[in-house]
């Protein structure tokens, strides 16, 4: 597939981020699109925005859809065919995400598998759902959003990620599951699993949203208690992110730094994340690493499986790279 003009896509997670990107690219490219989100003003916004840049012929639609709901999902998938008036689709980017769940031992068990519903049976509701449809295009791609986190199971001492890195493990086994699956049993089919590093987007304000949250600045001190609990104060306070005797506004002033910097201190921007899996995606590649961090993870990961997760053998070698990249 070195062209996208004349396809059909379909995007998950479409309303912001990388989804929003993916949507605006394909559309200038000569793609439509259906483009669905949890959010229906901002995939609204997006498709409109998509729309307004597509050359003439292209039709950009927004649907209503929370992905780990496989209801909701088939009715999204019946919508787009009627609407775009087709019996099959020949791209599918499964990129929508939520991130929380954060311990298996601590989170509560409704906000852990609330994520990994997302993250993962969203994947799969999808992949079930459109499969048929890109068989029927006879040059279909599957695209599957992993994460560096399903290469690495962490975010750092004392920062554990278990339900995102799970969901995130899981979509990577099963895109390369998929690979001689396919080959064998589907063979008008390819997938490509994708693993972003640090991308500049809203993934923290929308996980808030997605759990019924306000936005950190409006979010009371009984919900900034409950989001950032005593002990985790405690490891951020070691870390030097918090004052030892911080009061619930330095925590909301935490949280909207937080999200600010994450979406405008990233190394690479969701318009340019979503430029590298285009681009992937029309070479042919089934594994597309986005950014420099993600490329450093899979190096590390594996070069010494075993010290993934030794954080003392970890610092020593980001201080021998940092000062040989100095000298």
């Known amino acids: 597939m070195d062209s996208f003009s004349g396809k059909l896509a379909v995007v998950t997670g479409g309303g912001s981020g990388m989804g929003r990107e993916l949507v605006r690219q394909l559309a200038a490219e000569g793609c439509s699109v259906a483009a669905c989100d949890r959010n229906a003003d901002s995939v609204g916004q997006a498709a409109a925005m998509a729309q307004d840049g597509a050359p003439a012929g292209v039709r950009v639609t927004s649907h209503a859809c929370d992905v780990s709901d496989e209801a909701q999902v088939l009715r999204f998938r019946d919508e787009l065919l009627q609407e775009h008036n087709s019996d099959h689709v020949d791209l599918v980017f499964n990129n929508a995400g939520t991130g929380g769940g954060e311990s298996f031992v601590k989170s509560g068990r409704e906000v852990w598998e609330q994520v990994f519903a997302t993250d993962w049976w969203g994947v799969y509701y999808c992949a079930r759902a459109f499969l048929p449809l890109l068989v029927a295009s006879g040059d279909g791609v599957l695209v599957n959003t992993s994460s560096v986190n399903g290469l690495w199971a962490a975010l750092g001492p004392g920062m554990p990620n278990s339900a995102y890195a799970t969901a995130k493990f899981a979509v990577r086994g099963f895109s390369e599951s998929l690979i001689e699956d396919l080959r064998s049993n589907a063979p008008q089919v390819r997938v490509a699993v994708v693993m972003p590093g640090h991308v500049g987007t809203d993934i923290i304000a929308n996980s808030m949203r997605a759990r019924g949250l306000p936005e950190p600045a409006q979010m009371s001190d009984a919900q900034i208690e409950e989001l950032?609990?005593?002990?985790?104060?405690?490891?951020?306070?070691?870390?030097?992110?918090?004052?030892?005797d911080a009061t619930a506004d330095d925590l909301r002033q935490l949280l909207v730094r937080m999200n600010a910097d994450f979406r405008d201190k990233a190394p690479l921007s969701a318009a340019a994340a979503a430029t590298i899996i285009l681009d992937g995606v029309r070479s042919g590649a089934w594994r597309i690493l986005v950014g420099e961090d993600a490329k450093k993870i899979d190096e590390m990961v594996r070069a010494t499986p075993e010290d993934a997760y030794n954080w003392a053998e970890l610092t020593r070698r980001a201080t021998e790279a940092s000062a040989t990249e100095s000298a």
């Open 228 to 244: 950032i609990p005593r002990d985790a104060q405690d490891g951020l306070t070691e870390a030097g992110l918090l004052a030892k």
